[in-house]
């Protein structure tokens, strides 16, 4: 039984992914900073700890033959974009990259999967909503519109140096906006999709949603499923990355709120506020995912949030009966 440890498994992709590759018949370690919120993981061992430590990287990456590496100081817009949070941004997702990276080759880790972003790639590709430039190589020059996009760019430098110097075997995924159920909903740290579903089920009939600027920027979702089949068939090919895993749907944010509403049944009004936006288009371009793969999500965004919605509205309902 091949023994496989999840950084981050405490979040919402990490605690899906511990979950799936349970099913496929690994022994899992997860480690995290705290236990997954609204789940309880069937990870063969839990360890509560922080990447930033060298001791504790020692300590899970022991006897372990395969990484996966979505550890990060993250979060949706309103995290990512005010600038507040760039200093702990950079230094405590580079810093578990490091540790990672090093401490892994040091004790014979065979391969690291790493969970980059889209936020890596320019933003004068993406200035345009209707028509944003997001293939693999369309990364350089650099130019990411924030600080987490700088750090993610970095860390898929490093891995890629890990797996020159070292031949430490290394697969690399740029995911476009993951979302589904059991996410982060609330707080300031939530994406776009937990965000829109949250205000909609928040919001009485005839009210309205509050959206940052004048939602006409474009984005795609990708479900958490979608996101996992891509991941591991990118980790059982031979193929390195980076590669894009996301949706090639895309959307404004006008009417990702217009599909909420509509699987909510609710008839509300937008009322478009001040607020950090981003990049005005981004869409994932999944032409090197099929060529190299020979696969690529399938999933509409409509579906997905047909999944989602309803256990973001049954949050919304247990935090207003407890008030």
């Known amino acids: 039984m091949k023994k496989v440890l999840v950084c981050g498994a405490g979040g919402f992709i990490g605690g899906h992914l511990v979950k799936r590759l349970k099913d496929e018949g690994f022994w899992v370690r997860g480690v995290d900073l705290k236990e997954h919120e609204f789940s309880t993981l069937p990870a063969d061992e839990f360890i509560i700890g922080d990447l930033r430590d060298p001791r504790v990287c020692e300590k899970v990456l022991q006897d372990i033959e395969e990484v996966y590496q979505l550890a990060a100081d ?65 990364a350089y020059p650099a130019a990411p519109d924030s600080e987490y996009g700088w750090e993610k760019l970095f860390s898929e ?74 991941v591991r068939r990118l980790m059982e090919s031979d193929f390195t990355g980076p590669v894009n895993i996301g949706s090639e749907e895309m959307v404004t944010i006008n009417q990702l709120v217009e599909t909420v509403m509509e699987i909510a049944g609710k008839k509300l009004s937008k009322n478009h506020i001040e607020g950090p936006q981003g990049v005005r288009g981004r869409n994932s371009d999944n032409a090197l995912i099929k060529e190299k793969l020979g696969w690529e999500p399938t999933m509409t965004l409509k579906e997905g949030l047909e999944k989602t919605y309803p256990w973001i509205l049954e949050q919304v309902k247990a935090l207003v009966a407890k008030a």
């Open 157 to 230: 430098r490093l891995f890629l140096s890990y797996n020159r110097n070292f031949g430490m075997e290394v697969r690399i995924a740029r995911f476009h906006n993951i979302f589904g159920p059991q996410g982060t909903w609330t707080g300031g740290k939530e994406k776009a999709p937990a965000a829109m579903c949250r205000k909609v089920a928040e919001a009485e009939e005839g009210g309205d949603v509050e959206i940052w600027g004048d939602g006409l920027q474009t984005r795609s979702f990708l479900y958490i499923d979608e996101c996992l089949e891509g």
């Open 74 to 138: 993250m979060g949706g817009a309103g995290y990512i974009f005010t600038g507040d949070n760039d200093a702990n941004v950079m230094h405590n997702s580079a810093t578990i990259n490091l540790n990672i990276a090093d401490i892994g080759h040091k004790l014979g880790v065979k391969k690291v999967f790493y969970s980059s972003s889209a936020c890596m790639y320019p933003e004068y590709n993406q200035l345009d909503p209707d028509n944003p430039k997001c293939s693999e190589e369309s």
